[in-house]
């Protein structure tokens, strides 16, 4: 039930009950009065009746007397009158002047109202002057002042109803009704409405009070939007530089991998200019260089493709073809450690709704790592596989209460392994186990960043001398094969 119409409602039922009571009160008053009209007639025609009475009784005798009262009451036609004789034992007993007024009220419709008047003196027989009048007009009285007090009550409950209806809809209902329609924008998100009551009530102060509520809101969510665009440049400009250094440690093995074909290259070249080659021969040393240099410029592609800052983009990637380019990208990285990289589970595709620019610094940094970490001989595989998996808590990955289908993507080195109590903060920024100089300690921070940012998760497990493992876990969607990434 609506507040206004409660209000209405208490404001009525207690009015009502009073002008029920006030009804009440009214008819017994007017019930009353009609019937001490009737005992005063009554009184006042005994009064009038008694000495005329008194003294035919004591000169003429009793049945003289008795038809002077038959006679009275053939007049009096609405009144009955009549003589009581008093018996011996109340012969003494003298009640005076005043009459003794009774009212008789019978089971059925309507009853009687009765004056005794005391008669006797010297020689004559006491006893008592008896008129009787019915309370014929009583019911009558009662309906009418009944109906008169309904009437009244009803036209005074219908203006108080449409009065208390006006001020709930006009002073209550309308205030709330803005007050719920205000919270239901701010529940969807509108903050831009204010509602401006100008009522000097709890009810203003209450629309003040949203109205201030909806401007903090207002200013918070434009706050929280501000240090979000910062966080994610800050991010963003944090994953660049770590790219960049990634880069640093790629030139040198692609150096010596871009060696190879510019000899080739250098020494067709100048046979070509020597000019003593047949048109032919020429033709093939021209198609060798141009192979070459195609070989050249699809590494150094592949070098600036990494190293390009860009926004975060989403869609459907095949991470087995991410990887296969991830490795193919630093095997001359691993070559010059002497390291060896191997990818298993990456015959099918994996498809992961994913940014490629991000996934891809993601297997970077933990290959690198993982070359970083191995002595020369070693090796680093990637595994790629599905798994049902349920994120850790102390992960903080969303969904982490539902048990789903996730790409599983493991990087294991033979490398000298992570201490026990350092394995509590190798996701820390700037956190690194690794010599002066060697690393920025962004490497996996990046990596936990970016895994966190696709709805995934992160773990690790290491032992001494023995190696390490950090295993991915991104939640999968459809098998179909998305278009390949160009370079």
Not at 33 to 48: F, M, N, P, R
Not at 159 to 168: D, S
Not at 436 to 460: E, K, S
Request: with cysteine; hydrophobic share 45%; charged share 25%.
């Amino acid at each position: 039930m609506k507040l206004a119409r409660k209000i209405t409602l208490l404001f009525l039922v207690p009015f009502l009950a009073l002008l029920l009571a006030l009804g009440y009160r009214t008819t017994q008053r007017e019930v009353a009065i009609y019937e001490a009209q009737v005992a005063a007639d009554l009184s006042i025609t005994a009064k009038a009746l008694r000495p005329s009475f008194t003294e035919v009784l004591r000169v003429d005798g009793e049945a003289r007397a008795l038809e002077l009262l038959a006679v009275s009451d053939r007049r009096l036609d609405d009144m009955t009158v009549r003589w009581v004789r008093r018996g011996p034992e109340a012969q003494l007993a003298n009640a005076g002047d005043d009459p003794v007024v009774r009212i008789e009220r019978g089971n059925g419709r309507g009853g009687r109202a009765t004056v005794r008047l005391p008669v006797g003196g010297v020689g004559v027989t006491f006893g008592d002057l008896e008129l009787s009048r019915p309370l014929d007009k009583e019911d009558e009285l009662t309906r009418s002042v009944i109906r008169d007090e309904a009437l009244t009550t009803l036209l005074a409950l219908l203006l108080t109803v449409a009065v208390a209806v006006i001020v709930g809809r006009v002073f209550i209902g309308g205030p709330i009704r803005s007050l719920v329609e205000q919270v239901r924008r701010v529940g969807k998100g509108d903050l831009s409405v204010r509602l401006a009551v100008a009522r000097a009530d709890e009810l203003g102060e209450l629309a003040d009070e949203v109205d201030g509520m909806c401007t903090q809101l207002a200013d918070g969510r434009e706050a929280l939007k501000a240090e979000g665009e910062a966080r994610i440049k800050t991010l963003e400009q944090l994953r660049h530089a770590d790219r960049l250094s990634t880069v640093g440690k790629l030139a040198a093995g692609l150096a010596h991998e871009l060696g190879t074909p510019l000899n080739v290259v250098s020494g067709r070249a100048k046979m070509i200019a020597s000019g003593s080659l047949a048109p032919q021969v020429a033709a093939e040393n021209a198609t060798i260089i141009r192979g070459q240099a195609d070989r050249m410029t699809k590494i150094i592609r592949q070098l600036l493709d990494f190293a390009r800052q860009g926004g975060a983009r989403k869609g459907r990637i095949d991470a087995s073809e991410l990887s296969r380019n991830v490795l193919a990208l630093l095997t001359p990285l691993a070559k010059k450690r002497g390291v060896t990289l191997s990818l298993e589970g990456a015959e099918a595709a994996r498809v992961v709704d994913a940014d490629p620019v991000q996934l891809e610094q993601l297997v970077t940094n933990l290959v690198v790592n993982g070359v970083d970490a191995s002595r020369e001989g070693g090796a680093v595989v990637v595994v790629l596989r599905e798994e049902d998996a349920t994120a850790p808590a102390a992960q903080g990955a969303q969904d982490g209460s539902k048990h789903r289908p996730c790409l599983r993507l493991d990087v294991s080195d033979e490398g000298t392994g992570i201490r026990e109590e350092d394995l509590a903060h190798v996701f820390e920024p700037f956190f690194t186990t690794k010599e002066v100089g060697a690393g920025t300690g962004l490497g996996l921070a990046v990596v936990h960043g970016i895994v966190h940012d696709h709805g995934g998760w992160i773990a690790v497990t290491s032992e001494a001398n023995q190696g390490s493992c950090f295993s991915v876990y991104l939640p999968l969607q459809s098998h179909d094969v998305p278009s390949p990434r160009r370079r």
